[in-house]
Protein backbone atom coordinates (compact mmCIF):
# COMPACT_ATOMS: atom_id res chain seq x y z
CA UNK A 1 0.00 0.00 0.00
CA UNK A 2 1.37 3.31 -1.40
CA UNK A 3 1.63 6.10 1.59
CA UNK A 4 -0.77 8.38 1.35
CA UNK A 5 0.54 12.22 2.55
CA UNK A 6 -2.98 13.44 2.90
CA UNK A 7 -4.12 10.92 5.12
CA UNK A 8 -1.24 11.41 7.04
CA UNK A 9 -1.79 15.18 7.20
CA UNK A 10 -5.31 15.03 8.40
CA UNK A 11 -4.75 11.93 10.82
CA UNK A 12 -1.79 12.54 11.91
CA UNK A 13 -1.46 16.29 14.23
CA UNK A 14 0.04 14.38 17.14
CA UNK A 15 2.84 12.52 15.14
CA UNK A 16 3.62 15.13 13.24
CA UNK A 17 3.99 17.27 16.39
CA UNK A 18 6.36 14.68 17.41
CA UNK A 19 8.19 14.94 14.36
CA UNK A 20 9.09 18.52 14.52
CA UNK A 21 10.33 18.12 18.32
CA UNK A 22 12.33 15.62 17.22
CA UNK A 23 13.76 18.50 14.96
CA UNK A 24 13.86 21.13 17.35
CA UNK A 25 15.22 19.17 20.00
CA UNK A 26 18.00 16.64 17.79
CA UNK A 27 18.65 18.12 14.85
CA UNK A 28 17.07 15.02 12.76
CA UNK A 29 14.32 15.08 10.68
CA UNK A 30 12.81 12.02 9.77
CA UNK A 31 10.47 11.38 6.98
CA UNK A 32 6.44 10.88 7.37
CA UNK A 33 6.21 7.80 4.81
CA UNK A 34 9.34 6.38 6.59
CA UNK A 35 8.29 6.67 10.34
CA UNK A 36 4.80 4.95 9.34
CA UNK A 37 6.06 2.40 7.21
CA UNK A 38 8.27 1.44 10.43
CA UNK A 39 5.01 0.99 12.70
CA UNK A 40 3.07 -0.44 10.57
CA UNK A 41 3.62 -3.96 12.15
CA UNK A 42 3.23 -2.40 15.19
CA UNK A 43 0.21 0.13 14.88
CA UNK A 44 -1.90 -1.76 11.81
CA UNK A 45 -4.49 0.68 11.85
CA UNK A 46 -1.91 3.08 10.46
CA UNK A 47 -2.76 0.86 6.89
CA UNK A 48 -6.05 3.52 6.68
CA UNK A 49 -5.45 6.38 9.21
CA UNK A 50 -1.58 6.85 9.22
CA UNK A 51 0.01 8.32 12.01
CA UNK A 52 -3.06 8.85 14.28
CA UNK A 53 -2.04 8.40 17.74
CA UNK A 54 -4.02 8.44 21.17
CA UNK A 55 -2.47 8.80 23.69
CA UNK A 56 -1.50 5.57 24.69
CA UNK A 57 0.40 5.24 20.89
CA UNK A 58 1.76 8.78 21.71
CA UNK A 59 3.44 8.12 24.64
CA UNK A 60 5.05 4.87 23.30
CA UNK A 61 6.48 7.13 20.13
CA UNK A 62 7.34 9.71 22.88
CA UNK A 63 9.52 7.04 24.59
CA UNK A 64 10.89 5.20 21.31
CA UNK A 65 12.19 8.59 19.41
CA UNK A 66 14.34 8.89 22.65
CA UNK A 67 12.09 12.76 23.21
CA UNK A 68 11.37 12.32 27.33
CA UNK A 69 12.14 9.51 30.28
CA UNK A 70 8.33 10.82 31.45
CA UNK A 71 5.34 12.30 30.46
CA UNK A 72 2.68 13.89 32.86
CA UNK A 73 -0.95 15.15 31.75
CA UNK A 74 -2.31 18.28 33.09
CA UNK A 75 -5.45 20.01 32.85
CA UNK A 76 -4.12 23.18 34.32
CA UNK A 77 -1.89 25.86 32.26
CA UNK A 78 -0.30 27.10 35.70
CA UNK A 79 1.51 24.09 36.31
CA UNK A 80 2.34 23.39 32.28
CA UNK A 81 3.92 26.78 33.01
CA UNK A 82 5.89 25.49 36.07
CA UNK A 83 6.56 22.28 34.55
CA UNK A 84 8.25 24.00 31.35
CA UNK A 85 10.98 26.00 33.79
CA UNK A 86 12.14 22.94 35.52
CA UNK A 87 15.69 21.72 34.80
CA UNK A 88 15.02 18.40 32.38
CA UNK A 89 11.85 20.40 30.60
CA UNK A 90 11.65 18.57 27.16
CA UNK A 91 8.49 20.18 25.44
CA UNK A 92 4.64 20.08 25.80
CA UNK A 93 2.07 18.66 23.40
CA UNK A 94 -1.30 20.40 23.87
CA UNK A 95 -4.56 18.67 22.58
CA UNK A 96 -7.75 20.42 21.81
CA UNK A 97 -11.21 19.00 22.31
CA UNK A 98 -13.03 22.11 20.96
CA UNK A 99 -12.67 24.23 18.24
CA UNK A 100 -14.27 26.99 16.43
CA UNK A 101 -16.80 26.06 13.84
CA UNK A 102 -15.98 26.64 9.92
CA UNK A 103 -19.55 28.07 9.25
CA UNK A 104 -19.97 29.64 12.95
CA UNK A 105 -16.64 30.39 14.75
CA UNK A 106 -19.31 31.42 18.06
CA UNK A 107 -20.08 27.16 17.98
CA UNK A 108 -17.28 25.05 19.11
CA UNK A 109 -17.10 21.79 17.42
CA UNK A 110 -15.62 18.36 18.82
CA UNK A 111 -12.20 17.64 17.10
CA UNK A 112 -9.28 15.63 18.42
CA UNK A 113 -6.43 17.91 17.87
CA UNK A 114 -2.85 18.38 18.96
CA UNK A 115 -0.26 21.39 18.75
CA UNK A 116 3.18 21.70 19.92
CA UNK A 117 3.97 24.22 22.35
CA UNK A 118 7.27 26.30 21.88
CA UNK A 119 6.81 28.94 24.22
CA UNK A 120 4.70 30.46 27.17
CA UNK A 121 4.75 33.81 28.98
CA UNK A 122 1.71 35.42 31.72
CA UNK A 123 -0.79 36.15 28.42
CA UNK A 124 -0.08 33.66 26.08
CA UNK A 125 1.66 30.63 25.06
CA UNK A 126 3.16 29.94 21.40
CA UNK A 127 2.54 26.86 19.57
CA UNK A 128 3.42 25.13 16.27
CA UNK A 129 0.14 24.15 14.67
CA UNK A 130 -0.17 21.06 12.21
CA UNK A 131 -2.87 22.00 9.91
CA UNK A 132 -4.76 19.18 8.13
CA UNK A 133 -3.14 20.49 4.33
CA UNK A 134 0.57 19.72 5.19
CA UNK A 135 1.40 23.40 6.39
CA UNK A 136 2.00 24.41 9.64
CA UNK A 137 2.25 28.02 11.67
CA UNK A 138 3.83 29.08 14.49
CA UNK A 139 1.68 31.69 16.84
CA UNK A 140 0.52 32.96 20.42
CA UNK A 141 -2.42 31.31 21.46
CA UNK A 142 -4.07 33.90 24.38
CA UNK A 143 -4.29 31.63 27.89
CA UNK A 144 -7.99 32.52 27.75
CA UNK A 145 -8.75 29.79 24.73
CA UNK A 146 -7.55 27.33 27.21
CA UNK A 147 -11.12 26.56 29.02
CA UNK A 148 -13.19 27.27 25.71
CA UNK A 149 -11.13 24.47 23.25
CA UNK A 150 -11.35 21.83 26.36
CA UNK A 151 -7.09 21.75 26.50
CA UNK A 152 -4.92 19.37 27.90
CA UNK A 153 -1.01 19.04 27.91
CA UNK A 154 1.27 16.30 27.92
CA UNK A 155 4.59 17.36 29.19
CA UNK A 156 7.44 15.47 28.56
CA UNK A 157 10.79 15.44 31.16
CA UNK A 158 14.20 14.00 30.83
Given at each position: M?????????????????????????????????????HLAKYPHWAEAPGSADLLVTCELIRELGLAATARTSIDPDEIIRESKQPGYAGALLFLERWPGADDPRRLDH?????????????????????QDGTASESPWSWKSWPKLEMHGLVLSR
Amino acid sequence: MAFDISKWNECAAASRCLLELVHRTQQRRLEPAQFVAGHLAKYPHWAEAPGSADLLVTCELIRELGLAATARTSIDPDEIIRESKQPGYAGALLFLERWPGADDPRRLDHVEHCVLATGFDEKFFKVWNPFQDGTASESPWSWKSWPKLEMHGLVLSR
